[in-house]
């Protein structure tokens, strides 16, 4: 991985701290061991937990922090209308829509059905966002998502309104910086332990996250000598590709020199299961392990194959006893619950 020091990293400090932030979290989230897990397992590595689940708005999750950034530079320059995406147990669409309420902006969300679902029953995120506020557009699948923001984009836009199109995950560079304040905050909580951490695992499916994770590795190498971003459906190769591609914009911002090509993201694949929104056999049985050591719930969607694969590297002897790995939460629970069809219908307004 690569590292930034001296007075590069000075700089490129100065440039993080100087871009405009809303303080919309509970950062900072807790760093916590998992000591009876490491017992079940028969030994191994330190598994340390970075707790952004509990972040606090719209239920936590990384997203929060990538919204911070991406909100306000909306904040700053009027925006009127939020419109972003994702499928309807999507935690990125359900925290836009919380802190579009809390900042009184209207937020669109154009969702598309689940991979997995149950008659007479919705996502447990679908209704949040329906007590949010959120207008919601259903469309039937991910292809459809894209041309439809950028047709409610131009209606809104058609009557006067000031307009802001998040993507996906709010995955692009300014959201990726959020992610590199995390990763100062928890240089700082092991710092203050005494810890260097060998191995960081998470989710990664956008990008965004895993960026900025890497960003900030290079920033703040106590946060981990590898990072492996765990694919809950693309391969290995198509998500390095989006997340070398982000970071080289995120670095730009930040004023560090260098190619995409010289990050070379780390993806692990072999665990996404049948795919996007389908729990696997490996995430459910971590799902339960971690549950039941623990006392801490991942989600079948993102965490619980994240949480799969670094349970693997374990067994599979890639880490020494007197090593330390630490698991990205990045939240996402909502994706176990579900309600009644019809509760608080979705408004759009035309």
């Not at 890497?214 to 590709?241: H, W």
């Not at 990205?328 to 619950?337: D, N, P, S």
Request: aromatic fraction near 6%.
């Amino acid at each position: 991985m690569r590292r930034i020091d001296g007075e590069e990293r000075e700089r490129a400090e100065a440039q993080w701290r100087a871009i405009p932030r809303l303080s919309l979290s509970h950062a900072r989230t807790p760093l916590e061991d998992a000591p009876r897990l490491r017992a079940a397992l028969g030994g191994g590595p330190r598994i340390l937990v970075k707790r952004d689940d509990y972040l606090g708005a719209g239920f936590g999750g990384n997203k929060v922090r990538k919204l911070e950034y991406l909100l306000a530079e909306a904040q700053r320059d009027g925006v009127e209308v939020v419109i972003t995406c994702g499928g309807e147990k999507s935690n990125h669409a359900r925290v836009t829509a919380a802190l579009c309420a809390r900042l009184g902006m209207r937020c669109r969300l154009v969702l598309n059905p689940p991979a997995v679902g149950y008659s007479g029953w919705v996502p447990a995120s679908l209704l949040a966002d329906r007590l949010y506020g959120a207008e919601i557009d259903r469309v039937p699948d991910r292809e459809a998502r894209d041309r439809r923001m950028v047709e409610w984009a131009e209606w809104e836009r058609s009557r006067g309104r000031v307009v802001r199109v998040i993507p996906l995950g709010a995955s692009v560079p300014l959201g990726a910086i959020g992610l590199v304040g995390a990763a100062a905050e928890v240089e700082a909580q092991l710092a203050a332990e005494g810890i260097e951490v060998d191995a960081l695992f998470h989710c990664s499916s956008s990008g965004g996250t895993q960026a900025g994770l890497m960003l900030g590795a290079a920033l703040y190498p106590r946060i981990a000598r590898q990072l492996i971003g765990v694919s809950p459906d693309g391969s290995a190769a198509e998500i390095a590709a989006t997340v070398a591609g982000i970071l080289e914009g995120a670095s730009g911002l930040l004023g560090i020199a260098g190619e995409a090509g010289s990050w070379e993201p780390v993806v692990e694949d072999r665990y996404r299961g049948a795919g996007y929104g389908i729990p696997s056999a490996e995430g459910q049985a971590a799902l339960e392990l971690l549950a039941r050591t623990e006392g801490l719930l991942l989600d079948p969607v993102y965490t619980a194959k994240a949480m799969a694969a670094l349970l693997a590297w374990i067994r599979e002897g890639r880490f020494r006893d007197d090593q330390t790995v630490l698991f990205w939460h990045t939240g996402g629970q909502l994706a176990l619950f579900y309600g009644p069809e019809g509760e608080g219908e979705a408004r759009v307004q035309r």
